[in-house]
């Protein structure tokens, strides 16, 4: 396929993770992310005081949404917990069926799958560990750390994003540490 679009070198430093140049940022904060964590008290209690954490934020090197380009860039996902639920990232599914790869850079973390039928998979994510997740499986990361969770990752440019789905039902699993220690358990909001 030909394209107007140019061959580029991306600096990626290793050491802090950052991308020249990317394209386009966002940072996700809890007032933005609220209806996805299971204990809707415990958020509303920390935004209330006035605070309004960044959960997480990507970076991305964005290409044109077409077949045949790559979306490629870098998510960090800070530690801390609503209610014992740990921080996440929203999840979604792809709206075209795309695979999409995850290299663990720093942290700890996990990456929660599942697909429409209902098979529920959960992954450890840490550096030097790289996820694939198949066509067709819905996608959450969450930081079970102390530390940020930092990963790379890469898909197809024309897969699209549905997150409504997630909105409505979340996942069929969350992710919460209780005493210390870090269980998957059944969502009761699914
Ligand atoms: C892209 C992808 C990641 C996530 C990012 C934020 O398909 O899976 O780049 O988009 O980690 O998560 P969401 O998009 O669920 O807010
Ligand atoms: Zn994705």
């Known amino acids: 396929m030909t394209s107007n679009f140019k061959p580029e070198i991306v600096k990626f430093d290793l050491k802090t993770y950052v991308m020249q140049p990317f394209k386009m940022g966002r940072q996700v904060k809890l007032g933005d992310l609220k209806e996805y964590f299971n204990d809707l008290e415990a958020a509303a209690q920390i935004l ?3 605070k309004n954490p960044i959960v997480y934020e990507y970076y991305q090197y964005t290409t044109p949404e077409i077949e045949g380009h790559l979306t490629f860039g870098v998510t960090t996902i800070y530690p801390g917990n609503v209610g014992k639920e740990y921080y996440m990232t929203r999840g979604h599914y792809h709206k075209k069926d795309a695979a999409e790869i995850y290299l663990g850079l720093s942290g700890k973390g996990s990456l929660l799958m599942q697909t429409k039928e209902g098979e529920v998979t959960y992954l450890d994510l840490k550096p030097s560990s790289i996820g694939y997740v198949p066509p067709g499986w819905g996608h959450r990361t969450i930081n079970t750390g102390i530390e940020k969770l930092v990963f790379y990752f890469v898909y197809p440019s024309d897969s699209g994003h549905d997150y409504e789905l997630v909105k409505e ?22």
């Open 48 to 50: 209330s005081k006035g």
């Open 169 to 190: 039902k979340g996942f069929a699993k969350i992710v919460i540490e209780e005493n210390g220690v870090t269980k998957v358990i059944d969502n009761p909001r699914f």
